[in-house]
């Protein structure tokens, strides 16, 4: 039996102070992690007051990404290490926007999801196809090639213990949702991929999430698929009531 995961990424938006007041107006109203598990995924610079505010509640806390580095001459890049010893819990690697923008590679995200487990983290793992892509009818074909680069080397184990997080890179920020049916479809088949990679008890321990204009809306129906386990939420988990109604989708 998997357990829902419900999460925000925040991306570039929110202050130290916007975190605490989010976090105050919602801990006490979530469900019980056993029933949904919640998380927040914030800018490295908010997490100290992230954690701070979520002490003691049910809310778990990410980041939005790391490095494949514990320490050394890297400016500007942040540790995974220090991200445990925080108390961080999850950590987004190959969202689509850092693939994009900042040209992360299949290489990079693997090495950064072996240096999250190494640092008894776990990673949330984007992938997803473009528009081109889905019109040209390669989606499924081009999210396998993610998944296999992405997990390489990865244990049994490790691989049970993450999360994957299917995006369309079309369907992000757009308003654009897939319907519940192409997530599904989607899901379904990155979860042959990991039956294919690894074996049926590992392919049915991952949780598997959409992402892509999920909002209180339409949530119940996403969630409602079979091999949909959660999912990950820009711009309707930046509101402390829609972050809410999202995580009560059971209600
Ligand atoms: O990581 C979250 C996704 O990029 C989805 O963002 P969105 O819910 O604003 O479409």
């Not at 701070?52 to 890297?74: I, Q, R, T």
């Not at 819990?89 to 689509?96: C, E, L, P, T, W």
């Not at 949330?124 to 680069?149: H, P, Y």
């Not at 959660?230 to 009531?241: C, E, K, N, S, Y």
Request: aromatic residues 6%; glycine residues 8%.
């Amino acid at each position: 039996m998997r357990t829902p995961i419900i999460a925000g990424n925040w991306k570039l938006n929110k202050n130290p102070q916007e975190t605490t007041e989010f976090v105050n107006a919602v801990k006490n109203e979530l469900p019980k992690n056993t029933d949904v598990e919640t998380l927040i995924c914030a800018p490295a610079v908010d997490l100290p007051a992230l954690i701070e505010a979520a002490k003691g509640s049910e809310l778990h806390v990410g980041a939005e990404n790391c490095y494949f580095e514990d320490e050394g001459a890297y400016t500007g890049e942040t540790s995974p290490k220090v991200l445990n010893e925080m108390g961080i819990d999850y950590v987004i690697i190959g969202h689509s926007e850092r693939r994009g923008y900042f040209h992360e590679t299949d290489k990079d995200i693997n090495k950064k999801a072996k240096a999250i487990f190494a640092n008894n983290m776990k990673p949330i793992l984007c992938c997803g196809e473009s528009l081109e892509t889905r019109e040209a009818g390669k989606a499924e074909e081009f999210v396998e090639g993610q998944i296999k680069a992405d997990l390489e080397g990865l244990s049994a184990d490790q691989v049970s213990n993450m999360v994957i997080a299917y995006e369309p890179i079309w369907a992000i920020g757009t308003g654009k949702t897939a319907t519940a049916d192409q997530a599904e479809e989607m899901c379904a088949a990155i979860r042959k991929t990991v039956a294919d990679l690894y074996d049926e008890t590992v392919a049915d321990k991952v949780r598997i999430q959409y992402g892509g204009s999920v909002k209180p809306a339409n949530v119940k129906e996403i969630m409602s698929k079979e091999n949909i386990d959660g999912g990950l939420i820009g711009g309707a988990a930046l509101q402390p009531d829609s972050f809410l109604q999202l995580a009560h989708y059971k209600d």
